[in-house]
């Protein structure tokens, strides 16, 4: 069938609002009323102008079912809807169309059609400002649900709290799920007090049922608590029940609501439910009268009697503790004030209202405490209950009667075990043997004990001076080591300088190379080392078979490197050459000229290592306040421009291209003419601006490092 309802509402919302109209079709064809008329009220609130649930409540408030319903609106099948995919408007601004699109909560057309305008994406924040939005709602789209289900089961079950916390949760995710503005709006129906009986409960809108007659109406319509006496006075006399006079549940309807819709055997259960309640509320147990009468709103959750039964023994229940709580209390000040024999019999009272009132049972155990200077031994009817400060204690117990034993012994269990008759009652001093001598001895001190301690002390004394004495033969790894001469410092320069005179050129070289790189002489050493292996490895000639275009690529790198070090552009001359040695090998005359160039940057040796460890952004500080002391030095901006070239390269390789473009004009400031730093920036720029492709990532995977 067609969507009968709002144009504006999602497509998502749509399908559920005609898959739920299936359901209640269903559901009313089968004559549950009420669950049809709850879907219909679900519906409306979804979507007010649906009116085929309109329709459909109409007739199920006024009695029709059966599968005569499902012809009248053509069956109980409903195809689902179909929604034509989306197409934006000619001309219309991308952000615009996302904006309303995002109104009617389609995102996932949003998604799709961002998917295939990337290039007019770009140039709209607003429409990828909305397209974020949209995937965000989508994945919290599951939790929402979960929520607002899980704060509908509590709001059925009563616990409005929990129902409201998980409703702030669904709130802070998407706050105008058509759901969770349903659930806020039947959560008033729950809340409202004059709704909280009956089908209104629940929020459906029913007619108002005329008023009876108070002779032949139905006992279980009538809310209106009657007038009763809360106090305990005459409970037990007048065998108080919660039944109202003159009422008969044997009738047809049973203990039901009084609309004759619980069946037989329900009704049944609903009787002895009713009675099991009414037995535990004539003992005095509201809570467990409670908690009988509440499943029967399993059966019938609209019973009117159970639930004034249930307010009735809630009142009882509060009145009782109530009372409780004021005795209590009375007590505590009767406690306070001295008064422990008025105290105590307020506190027993406490436990014959409330048997497991810790509190009071902490209280008369301070109370016998005092009394008898002994922890309590039970709650009440103890022998020598009525102790007073002077009296013996074991007496009272011996003189107990039988009945007072018996009591005794059914609370050890609970609180403490009280000792055997006897067993408790204190010796007379005149019974204790030795009792002045003991008393006469315990004032005197214990002279073994000082002969003792005086005799460890001796020996703790001798032994920590033979330690003492015998330190360096019982601990020789504890001496001072000796000091020794440092040895003399040697000039490795000077010495291999003096090797290679010799002709001893290769162990020069050995003695060089055991330089650590942290001495100051190590710059000088390597440039030694260079110009040495040169002298003693003769030049292999260039050989005739090369390619043309790798001869041709050599000498333009020989002449580059020559020019380089004419203008003293020795790291430029120094990479050049040692490419075109990669080539083919050099001749003796660029072998020197190479020397030189190492020679020439043994001062930037330091910045040369940071370099080949990858350090730029430390060596680019280094560097930088070279450079203000050297502004000439064209080796420090040459050091400068390919930190900054490699820094752009591992932003381009981590996927910042803005990042990597501030590099590369950084770069480009000092060495303008660099067409590669160029090409660079400009490819860096456009990346900033638009997603990363594939193009782009094999691109920038394959970029060599200066």
Same mark, same amino acid.
């Given at each position: 069938m067609s969507y009968s309802g709002d144009p504006a509402l999602a497509s998502d919302v749509k399908q559920r609002i005609l898959t739920t109209f299936r359901q209640t079709l269903e559901l009313a064809t089968k004559g549950s009323r009420q669950e049809a008329l709850l879907?219909?009220?679900?519906i409306l609130r979804l979507d007010p102008h649906f009116g085929p649930a309109r329709t459909l409540q109409q007739l199920v408030q006024a009695g029709r079912s059966g599968p005569d319903l499902a012809a009248l609106f053509g069956g109980a099948e409903v195809a689902p809807l179909e929604v034509p995919p989306p197409s934006p408007p000619a001309g219309a601004p991308l952000g615009a169309h996302f904006a309303r699109l995002f109104v009617e909560r389609r995102f996932g057309d949003i998604l799709t059609e961002a998917e295939q305008g990337r290039q007019a994406l770009a140039a709209d924040a607003e429409a990828r400002q909305l397209v974020d939005q949209a995937r965000a709602r989508l994945e919290a789209a599951p939790y929402v649900k979960t929520f607002v289900d899980s704060a509908r089961q509590a709001l059925q079950s009563g616990d409005t709290e929990e129902a409201d916390r998980l409703i702030r949760k669904a709130r802070v995710l998407d706050a105008d799920?058509? @759901?969770?503005? =349903?659930l806020e709006e039947a959560k008033k129906f729950y809340s409202d007090p004059e709704r909280s009986m009956g089908g209104r409960r629940r929020g459906i809108e029913m007619d108002e049922e005329p008023e009876a007659p108070a002779a032949s109406a139905a006992p279980g319509v009538d809310l209106e608590l009657p007038e009763v006496d809360f106090s305990f006075a005459g409970l037990a006399e007048d065998n108080y029940s919660l039944e109202p006079a003159g009422n008969s549940y044997a009738g047809e309807v049973g203990y039901g609501s009084g609309t004759g819709e619980v069946s037989g055997e329900h009704s049944g259960r609903i009787e002895e439910l009713l009675a099991t309640g009414q037995s535990a509320c004539d003992r005095? @147990?509201?809570? =467990?009268?409670?908690?009988?009468?509440?499943?029967i709103f399993l059966i019938d959750i609209d019973h009117q009697e159970a639930a004034r039964r249930i307010e009735k023994a809630r009142q009882l229940k509060a009145e009782r503790e109530r009372e409780m709580e004021e005795i209590f209390h009375e007590g505590v000040a009767r406690f306070d004030s001295g008064g422990f024999e008025s105290a105590e019999a307020a506190f027993k009272q406490v436990l014959e209202l409330s048997p497991g009132h810790l509190v009071a049972l902490e209280y008369l155990e301070k109370i016998r405490e005092r009394q008898i200077g002994a922890p309590l031994a039970s709650v009440a009817g103890l022998?020598?209950?009525?102790?007073?400060?002077? @009296?013996?204690?074991g007496l009272a117990v011996e003189s107990g009667a039988p009945g007072a034993r018996g009591a005794r012994e059914n609370v050890s269990g609970e609180i403490l075990v009280p000792p055997e008759p006897g067993a408790a009652r204190p010796r007379g001093d005149g019974e204790r043997p030795g009792f002045a001598l003991a008393a006469k001895r315990r004032g005197a001190p214990a002279r073994g004990f000082v002969w003792i301690g005086g005799a460890v002390l001796v020996l703790l004394l001798a032994g920590g001076w033979l330690l003492l004495r015998n330190r360096a033969s019982l601990f020789p790894n504890s001496r001072e080591p000796l000091?020794?001469?440092?040895?003399?410092?040697?000039?490795?320069?000077?010495r291999a300088r003096t090797l290679q005179a010799e002709g001893k050129t290769a162990v020069a070289i050995a003695q060089l190379r055991r330089l650590p790189p942290q001495e100051p002489q190590y710059a000088e050493a390597q440039s030694l080392i260079s110009q040495w292996e040169a002298l003693i490895k003769p030049a292999e000639p260039v050989p005739a078979g090369l390619p043309p275009e790798f001869e041709r690529k050599r000498q333009e790198l020989v002449g580059g490197a020559e020019r380089a070090c004419r203008d003293r552009e020795l790291l430029r001359c120094d990479r050049w050459l040692t490419e075109a040695a990669a080539i083919a090998p050099l001749s003796p005359e660029l072998t020197a000229l190479q020397g030189q160039a190492k020679e020439g940057l043994a001062p930037l040796a330091e910045e040369l290592k940071l370099y080949a460890d990858g350090d730029y952004d430390f060596l680019l500080n280094r560097l930088w306040r070279r450079r203000e002391a050297e502004p000439a030095?064209?080796?420090?901006?040459?050091?400068?421009?390919?930190?900054?070239?490699?820094?752009g390269i591992?932003?381009?390789?981590?996927?910042?291209?803005a990042a990597a473009a501030d590099k590369f004009r950084e770069a480009l400031e000092l060495d303008p003419q660099d067409a590669a730093l160029g090409r660079l920036q400009a490819f860096a720029t456009v990346y900033s601006q638009r997603n990363e492709d594939l193009l782009f990532e094999i691109f920038v995977r394959n970029l060599p490092a200066r």
């Open positions: 879907g219909c009220d679900f799920h058509p @759901e969770l503005l =349903a005095g @147990e509201y809570q =467990a009268a409670i908690d009988a009468w509440s499943r022998p020598g209950a009525g102790l007073r400060g002077g @009296e013996a204690p000091e020794t001469a440092a040895p003399a410092a040697v000039d490795v320069i000077a030095n064209r080796d420090v901006r040459q050091l400068i421009v390919d930190s900054y070239y490699n820094l591992v932003d381009l390789q981590r996927g910042d291209p």
